[in-house]
């Protein structure tokens, strides 16, 4: 199965300023048709979660633009360029490439 | 609005089973795959089943293969997974998700199972 590992697993930071978390895969996640199915969720407490990113850098409809994704092969970022309040949760990465999909870890972002 | 409710949970004795459903709305049921994705207390998400738009393909984690069945009912916008031979290890949460691999775009708040004596 492909490992996904996120780092940080804890992420206090500031209102106002800048975050980024990592996911790496221990294979590539290129699919047979080019595409690479990457995608980054966030969950609220007490909320079901929601996509942010898909195919590794686009980002879903209603999504602000200061939340990006980017990488190829097997290493993704997720960065946040003015964390808001609004932005607490726990941010997933879940690669859909490889049967069985696989989850990374999980990152807590809060505000410190 | 999309809504994904699952349903069906509870405690169950090891070794034996359980329906869950998940009644969907807000979208075309038809033209999506759907999937089954799991959160065992204290751990990390671990999606669980897929099946195809016309239920002729269905994938499984290998953990469950033999024991889970995932199926739906596009007439009723209705998903279900049938657990069987149920193990501690099973205990978690269970949410229905839209989509499968890249195309997840929504999940349902879940429903709690678990396999305790």
């Known amino acids: 199965d492909v490992v996904m590992t996120q780092s940080p697993l804890s992420l206090p930071v500031t209102l106002g300023q800048p975050a980024s978390i990592s996911c790496r895969s221990s294979q590539s996640l290129v699919y047979s048709d080019g595409n690479t199915y990457l995608s980054w969720f966030h969950q609220r407490p007490g909320q079901s979660a929601r996509r942010l990113i898909y195919q590794a850098s686009n980002r879903d409809s209603g999504v602000p633009d200061r939340i990006s994704g980017s990488g190829s092969g097997t290493d993704f970022t997720l960065k946040i360029s003015r964390v808001e309040a609004e932005d607490v949760g726990i941010y997933f990465c879940?690669?859909?490439?490889?049967?069985?999909?696989?989850f990374g870890q999980g990152t807590k972002l809060e505000i410190k | 609005e999309v809504q994904l409710v699952e349903s069906g949970g509870g405690l169950v004795q090891p070794g034996g089973s359980l329906r869950l459903s998940c009644a969907a709305s807000?979208?075309?049921?038809?033209?999506?795959?759907m999937s089954w994705v799991r959160q065992a207390p204290g751990k990390g998400l671990e999606w669980v089943a897929s099946?195809?738009?016309?239920?002729?393909?269905?994938y499984y984690v290998d953990s469950v293969k033999g024991r889970f069945a995932i199926s739906r009912d596009n007439a009723k916008n209705s998903l279900y997974l049938q657990l069987n031979s149920l193990r501690a290890e099973d205990t978690a949460v269970y949410s229905c998700?839209?989509?499968?691999?890249?195309?997840?775009?929504?999940w349902g708040q879940g429903s709690s199972v678990t396999v305790s004596s």
């Open positions: 099946i195809k738009k016309d239920e002729s393909e269905q």
């Open positions: 998700v839209k989509g499968s691999g890249g195309g997840i775009t929504a």
């Open positions: 879940m690669q859909g490439s490889h049967w069985p999909h696989t």
């Open positions: 807000g979208f075309t049921f038809s033209n999506h795959w």
